[in-house]
Structure formats: C-alpha cells, structure tokens
C-alpha cells in the first residue's frame, strides 16, 4: 500500500518515495485524457463480461455433469484430466494455443471447413477474444469445479430421497435439489469475480496478442506492464493500476450489496 504512493509523484528510483517529485493527480488526468482510456475500458470490460457469460458456468456444469457419474474410477479420471491444463506453464499453454489455431493448425483446419481457407484466427482482431475464452475454459475447467464439487457433497442425500418419492426425475432433482444446495456457493464466486471485473490477467495477453490483434486485446493490466516496466515510468503505471484497484472494489461492493438484499448470501 505504501508503494501506492507513486501514483502521485514522479516516481524515480533514484531517489526514492520519498525524494520523488509529487505531483498530485496529474498522472490520473493524463490517464482519463488519454486517446488509448477508452479503448482500455471497452476491451478490459468486454473480455470480462465474455468470461463471465461462458467460463463462470463452465465449471459449474461440468461439477454438475460430474456429480451424476456413478462409476468411480471413471469420474476420477475425467477429473484429474481436466485438472492438468491448470498444472502446465502459462507459457507452455499459450505456446499450444498458438499452435492450434495457426494456419497448419486442427482448429483453423475445422474453422476450414466453413470458410474454406486455413488461416491464423490469431491474425484476425474478431478472433481474438473468442480465442481467449475458449482457452481459459480449457485450462480452468477441471480446478474451478472443485470448490462445487466439495458444495455438491455437502448437500443431503435426503433431499434426493425424498424429491424421488415426489416424483422428480434427475432434471427436476438438479433444479430443485442440487442447483439451491450450492446456490450460496455459487452466488459468492459470482460477487468475486464480479469484483474483478477491470482485471485480467495480463500475462496470457502478451502471450497471445501481436500488432493486428492488439486494439482489440490490450487492456488495462497488459498497458501497466508495457508503460511501468518496458516504459518505466513507474508513476504513471502506478495510477492507472491504482484506478483499476478502486473501481474493483466499488464493483465487489456493489454486487455484495444488491446480492445481500436480493439472495441473503453475501460475503460480508
């Protein structure tokens, strides 16, 4: 927290917090003036919303589907398969991403077949961000289930017992058993990453982004890297990452607030 102090001076090593130039909110004014603020926005909060609709169920699902499997040693295995991609290095990952979709790739070879042309999706700035996605899918799937794995075993099997004496196949015990049962669950995960709403990774970005994608994928994590530590200009970075911190918290409380009136979970 000390070290947010930067995003208020003119910040050199040199000489230090407390040898540097202050400046007041010059950086924070540079930054909302700047041409590149919106585009940040837009993109940042784009990718969110796009992981929000599509990797925030994905596991939720997939702990679903998992919970109706009866054999042990299968389920087992589908879970420790969908674990590894959360095991293998970033790089690693990006590195096989790209290969994928590249023009020799079996993606672009199936995206082929409807266009008709092999080509890098990674070239193509529409691509981009449907790329992203499905690639965190693929890599969180299997660890973000596990917190709703532990939530489906804590519900009581009596529920069931008693919803099949009722009449309720296994689509009406998932909706009316199940879904309630680690509905708190659920509603504190969203609150969380609602609360992250302006941040995204921004090492995936560099990994993945080029020059013909880049106005399209730069958001506000990758443009701190760039301008503190290709830039240095370590003030600058600081405010931006400092403005970025605020509105998180804002969204977090926000989406606390309205979940505490509406549902009665929350995480304070």
């Known amino acids: 927290m000390v070290g947010s102090v930067m995003a208020f001076q003119n910040y ?72 590894m991609p959360h095991f293998i290095s970033l790089v690693v990952i990006c590195g096989m991403v ?3 979709v590249s023009d020799t790739g079996f993606i672009s070879a199936f995206v082929a077949l409807f266009t008709g042309e092999r080509v890098n999706l990674l070239g193509y700035p529409e691509y981009f961000v449907t790329i992203f996605t499905a690639s965190g899918i693929w890599q969180e799937l299997g660890w973000n289930s596990i917190i709703y794995i532990a939530a489906l075993s804590g519900v009581d099997e009596s529920l069931y017992e008693a919803a099949k004496i009722d009449g309720a196949g296994k689509l009406k015990q998932v909706i009316h058993v199940t879904i309630p049962g680690i509905l708190p669950t659920i509603v504190i995960m969203l609150i969380m990453n609602i609360g992250t709403m302006l941040s995204v990774g921004y090492e995936k970005i560099i990994l993945l982004y080029n020059d013909l994608t880049k106005p399209v994928a730069d958001v506000i994590s990758s443009y701190v890297y760039q301008k503190g530590l290709l830039d240095r200009d370590y003030g600058f970075s600081t405010a931006v990452g400092l403005f970025n911190s605020v509105v998180n918290i804002v969204f977090l409380i926000t989406a606390n607030t309205i979940s505490k009136k509406i549902s009665e979970n929350s995480l304070w």
Do not use: C, M
């Open 98 to 100: 790209k290969a994928f």
């Open 12 to 83: 050199h090593p040199a000489d230090g917090i407390l040898g540097s130039q202050w400046v007041g909110f010059k950086h924070f004014t540079d930054f909302f003036t700047n041409y590149y603020f919106w585009t940040l926005i837009r993109n940042t909060v784009w990718i969110n919303i796009v992981g929000l609709v599509f990797v925030f169920p994905a596991p939720i699902i997939f702990a679903l589907l998992l919970n109706e499997v009866r054999t042990k040693r299968f389920k087992s295995a589908v879970q420790t398969i969908s674990y």
